[in-house]
């Protein structure tokens, strides 16, 4: 490999990185709003259950 087949290699690599970021933090969004809606959930079942 040439050393421009290395730089080009290495800036995929750092594009990719940055890419896993942005997935990464796109993940942890969508987890703390599914766990945001699992509470609501919770929430408003508890609400619905009658009191006897």
């Not at 594009?15 to 993940?27: F, G, H, M, Q, W």
């Not at 809606?37 to 079942?45: A, C, N, V």
């Amino acid at each position: 490999m040439t050393v421009d087949t290395n730089s080009l290699i290495l800036e995929q690599l750092r594009l990719i990185r940055k890419e896993i970021a942005v997935l990464r933090k796109t993940v942890e969004s969508a987890d703390n709003q599914m766990r945001e809606l699992e509470y609501r959930m919770i929430q408003t079942q508890a609400a619905a259950r009658p009191c006897y």
